[in-house]
């Protein structure tokens, strides 16, 4: 899941994984936790700066519904304190923005690499990746 309010970064993240996962999409944190919980996907790269609220506060309250929640932040502010609390909140890593195919491919398979190690060895002996 794509959680972006700016349509033409939220197209270019959707092309740039559209041959990795199917992907859908939010542009606020309403409806971002609706599709969460009526979807579970097993990935969400979530913008930190939504029109309707903190990102941050988003993760918080997807990581309480879903322990396995695997997201990762995106923000064109590398804020310090911001992408903390992120990943105080549950987020396993950040992408600033701009940001390159390349680097959202690199992530997509490092979430990829974690959730097929999981699997093989199971949910509790896994942990989050670096």
């Not at 097993?42 to 990581?63: N, R, S, T, W, Y």
């Amino acid at each position: 899941m794509v959680v972006e309010d700016d349509f033409f970064t939220q197209q270019l993240i959707v092309s740039c994984l559209d041959t990795l996962c199917d992907c859908i999409t939010a542009d606020t944190t309403r409806k971002a936790l609706v599709l969460y919980e009526n979807k579970v996907p097993d990935l969400v790269l979530m913008d930190i700066e939504l029109p309707d609220g903190d990102g941050a506060d988003a993760v918080k309250k997807i990581c309480a519904a879903d322990r396995n929640a695997f997201i990762l932040m995106l923000s064109a502010h590398s804020f310090q304190d911001k992408v903390l609390n992120s990943l105080s909140c549950g987020a396993k890593g950040f992408i600033a923005k701009p940001f390159t195919k390349d680097r959202l491919v690199s992530q997509y398979q490092r979430f990829a690499n974690w959730r097929e190690e999981k699997k093989r060895y199971g949910t509790e002996s896994v942990t989050q990746p670096a």
